[in-house]
């Protein structure tokens, strides 16, 4: 994996790939970042599945349930419908969150299910792993692997950004 620095927290370019399933092609796509903080500082951020007042953009987040089959309904500006994210399974121990968007999907996927993984690498600083695997819905495979991508990036950014106001 090929990787660059930028700013404080080290960036690293997508791992992609692609199997063919029925008529649609099925996506896996992680992207991870090195974090200057250490992993339990990290995991106490990402792990709270109901509270993502760090990520900008949203009118609203409700919260129905705790644990896994808890669901957050993020209502994004404008006339959209919420998206409906399912926490499935959360390991504190090994660190490790699933989740999965039964309704609302804002890109062109379907059967999407995400993870997202932090791992220690020394006291101060962990790496944090942010993947999914879905079938891309009238768009290339390609272009829903960009996708993917970009949100996880994007995702990673604010939870660096949060990290460090912390």
Same mark, same amino acid.
């Given at each position: 994996?090929?990787?660059?620095?930028?700013?404080?927290?080290?960036?690293?370019?997508?791992?992609?790939?692609?199997?063919?399933?029925?008529?649609?092609?099925?996506?896996?796509?992680?992207?991870?970042?090195e974090?200057?903080?250490?992993?339990? &500082?990290?995991?106490? /951020?990402?792990? #709270?599945?109901?509270?993502?007042? %760090?990520?900008?953009?949203?009118?609203? $987040?409700? *919260?129905?349930?705790?644990?896994?089959?808890?669901?957050?309904?993020?209502?994004?500006?404008?006339?959209?419908?919420?998206?409906e994210?399912?926490?499935?399974?959360?390991?504190?121990?090994?660190?490790?969150?699933?989740?999965?968007i039964?309704?609302g999907?804002?890109?062109?996927?379907?059967?999407?299910?995400?993870?997202? &993984?932090?791992?220690? /690498?020394?006291? #101060?600083?962990?790496?944090?792993? %942010?993947?999914?695997?879905?079938?891309? $819905?009238? *768009?290339?495979?390609?272009?829903?692997?960009?996708?993917?991508?970009?949100?996880?990036?994007?995702?990673?950014?604010?939870?660096?950004?949060?990290?460090?106001?912390?």
């Amino acid at each position: 994996m090929i990787s660059r620095r930028r700013g404080r927290a080290r960036v690293s370019i997508p791992r992609f790939s692609t199997t063919l399933q029925g008529e649609n092609t099925v996506i896996d796509v992680t992207v991870q970042r090195e974090l200057p903080v250490s992993a339990d &500082k990290a995991w106490a /951020l990402i792990s #709270d599945f109901g509270d993502i007042s %760090w990520a900008p953009g949203m009118d609203k $987040v409700e *919260v129905t349930g705790e644990g896994p089959g808890m669901i957050r309904a993020i209502h994004m500006p404008g006339d959209t419908p919420p998206i409906e994210e399912r926490l499935e399974s959360l390991d504190h121990d090994n660190r490790v969150m699933e989740y999965t968007i039964p309704k609302g999907m804002p890109m062109p996927l379907t059967g999407y299910r995400a993870t997202a &993984k932090v791992v220690p /690498l020394d006291d #101060d600083s962990c790496r944090v792993d %942010w993947s999914c695997r879905a079938q891309e $819905v009238g *768009v290339s495979p390609q272009e829903a692997e960009a996708m993917a991508a970009g949100v996880y990036n994007q995702l990673l950014d604010w939870i660096a950004e949060e990290l460090d106001r912390r």
